[in-house]
């Protein structure tokens, strides 16, 4: 008998310790359901460049996927984040730098995507051509390209830093300069089919000191795409240089996103 009633507590411990941790791991799900990321580099970089906010969000629990753009088309790089979507077991918060931007604008109607990050991003509407963005700004004489016969462009080698990445060290933008991924300028001649933020949330971060975007042209894409805005003191390598703002930009859309 003494043996029996000690089965019987010993049983309802045991259920209450399970219903606990039950609603422990309820209440986690419930507080931030959105476990998963997405990065999309932009041109002339590829997506190494994300390492900083990859630990700092792999280390917060958050599940993330890098795509690697083959910068040939905006079709292609589409495709390229599309294949990443598609892994993703959930709602998605899908993040792109420079023109990842356009890529995640035109990929970002997927249902899997609940939240939009622009860093240091363009943000096209739809029927409008990335290229269309730049008309009426600045064009900083520190970014400079070099097109190539067959259309594709890289970043002036000897304008490199000063243009792309003033705030990196010179071991660093070295690398940077002698890897780059150039891109078919021909994608910023195509017409979106849709522009992802008109019916998803978005956030813009980007730095004060962009020498590829005139500055006032990151502030009027993210207004006009209603996003919620962090500028920090950073060159257009804001992704590479500032992953702790970065990756709190991105928990900020997620968690925001849950409630």
Do not use: C
């Amino acid at each position: 008998m003494k043996n029996k009633i000690l089965n019987i507590a010993a049983a309802i411990a045991l259920s209450l310790v399970s219903a606990t941790s039950a609603q422990a791991d309820d209440k986690t799900a419930d507080g931030n359901s959105i476990r998963n990321v997405v990065l999309v580099h932009g041109a002339f970089a590829d997506g190494s460049g994300w390492r900083g906010v990859y630990n700092d969000l792999t280390a917060r629990g958050y599940n993330v996927t890098i795509v690697q753009n083959p910068l040939t088309s905006l079709a292609d790089d589409v495709a390229a984040t599309k294949r990443a979507l598609d892994r993703q077991d959930g709602p998605t918060v899908l993040v792109g730098h420079s023109w990842g931007g356009t890529v995640i604008t035109e990929a970002g109607i997927d249902p899997k995507v609940a939240a939009l990050v622009y860093v240091a991003a363009l943000a096209p509407d739809a029927g409008e051509t990335t290229g269309q963005l730049y008309e009426g700004y600045a064009t900083s004489p520190e970014f400079v390209l070099d097109i190539h016969t067959d259309g594709y462009a890289f970043v002036e080698p000897e304008k490199f830093k000063q243009g792309f990445a003033n705030d990196v060290s010179d071991a660093d933008a070295a690398f940077m300069r002698d890897s780059q991924v150039p891109i078919n300028l021909k994608a910023f001649e195509t017409k979106l089919q849709n522009a992802a933020w008109r019916t998803k949330p978005s956030w813009a971060v980007y730095g004060t000191e962009d020498k590829a975007f005139d500055p006032e042209m990151l502030a009027a894409m993210a207004e006009r795409i209603n996003a919620k805005v962090t500028k920090v003191s950073a060159s257009h390598s804001i992704f590479m240089t500032q992953p702790k703002v970065v990756a709190d930009t991105i928990d900020q859309a997620a968690k925001a996103t849950n409630q």
